[in-house]
């Protein structure tokens, strides 16, 4: 049986209770590292734990397709499982606890770097644009706040509205907010400095995915030749693209749209993401510096090894 943190965490994972690469991946890790606590108290050996992770690993791994820094979190518990596994069972679980314990002081420490750099292209007096909610982005936006003023535009980002948590948090942290319509993001584009989101994913194509609507906007901000910076770690670049799988662009429920009863014999189409070519995107902000997508690209390409473990999840996740 699965353990409810973890059935709990898929669950508002896919219902994006959850929200934003960051959060899903500490999230994911945290139900493990509960699992885990549960296990040591009941005295399971380690074989049995070791099972009940790749159980857990398999059901997370399906809870968002579109997803690698969770498939990359989910693999880091898995190599810290191979690294631990000959210990005995006591030593093997605290150990791996402790490990546990580390990840989301990693995550800290990337995002806080992004922030340092990304705030750097946020001058005094900008007027920024963007689109949907990226823990990134925000620390970017919080420690620009911090020295400097500045107002950004938020969309709504329908269906599911992220646009105001994006508002909501800007204004704690005393930011102007102009807040629109999606489809207003051309009219009020030629008031921006520039337009900056966060970004689900970076393929091996160099592709931003990202909320849908990224795209349409980021040819708008290209008509006003106001420059894209995507906000993204390091993570966020997908190995499996590397591999020959192609991205998955989730489609969500069409009542997310309207009531279907409302338009009978229409079909309703909700895409969850879209993908915003290279050539419209200025740089993509990360924890090494900001970079070209293509730059980016081959960056993450030699560095990122694709090990068995992230291999195994890149094939969960894919149903392969």
Do not use: W
């Not at 970017?140 to 003023?149: P, Y």
């Amino acid at each position: 049986m699965v353990h409810p943190a973890i059935s709990e965490t898929a669950k508002a994972i896919k219902e994006l209770k959850i929200q934003g690469a960051r959060n899903i991946a500490e999230r994911a890790v945290a139900a493990i590292y509960s699992m885990l606590l549960d296990e040591k108290e009941k005295g399971t050996e380690k074989e049995e734990i070791i099972e009940r992770i790749k159980e857990a690993v398999g059901v997370l791994a399906k809870s968002r397709p579109t997803e690698p820094a969770l498939r990359s979190a989910l693999a880091y518990v898995l190599r810290e499982v191979t690294r631990l596994k000959d210990l005995p069972t006591g030593i093997f679980t605290d150990a791996l606890i402790e490990s546990l314990e580390k990840f989301a002081e990693r995550m800290d420490e990337t995002e806080k770097k992004i922030a340092e750099i990304g705030s750097g292209l946020i001058e005094d007096g900008y007027t920024i644009i963007t689109h949907c909610h990226s823990s990134t982005l925000m620390g970017i936006f919080r420690k620009a706040s911090e020295e400097k003023e500045f107002t950004v535009i938020v969309t709504e980002t329908r269906p599911k509205y992220q646009g105001k948590k994006t508002a909501k948090e800007l204004l704690e942290m005393g930011v102007k907010v102009v807040y629109i319509v999606d489809s207003a993001a051309y009219y009020f584009m030629k008031q921006a400095d520039i337009y900056m989101t966060g970004a689900d994913v970076i393929t091996a194509d160099a592709r931003v995915i990202n909320k849908v609507g990224t795209a349409l906007i980021a040819l708008a901000a290209h008509e006003f030749g106001v420059p894209f910076y995507v906000a993204a770690s390091t993570y966020k670049f997908d190995p499996a693209t590397v591999l020959g799988f192609s991205e998955p662009i989730e489609e969500r429920d069409p009542a997310e749209v309207i009531d279907p009863k409302e338009l009978k014999g229409a079909e309703i189409r909700n895409p969850a993401f879209d993908a915003t070519p290279p050539n419209l995107v200025s740089g993509i902000i990360s924890e090494k510096g900001v970079f070209s997508p293509y730059t980016f690209v081959s960056l993450l390409s030699s560095e990122k090894t694709i090990d068995p473990q992230l291999e195994t999840i890149i094939k969960l996740a894919f149903n392969r």
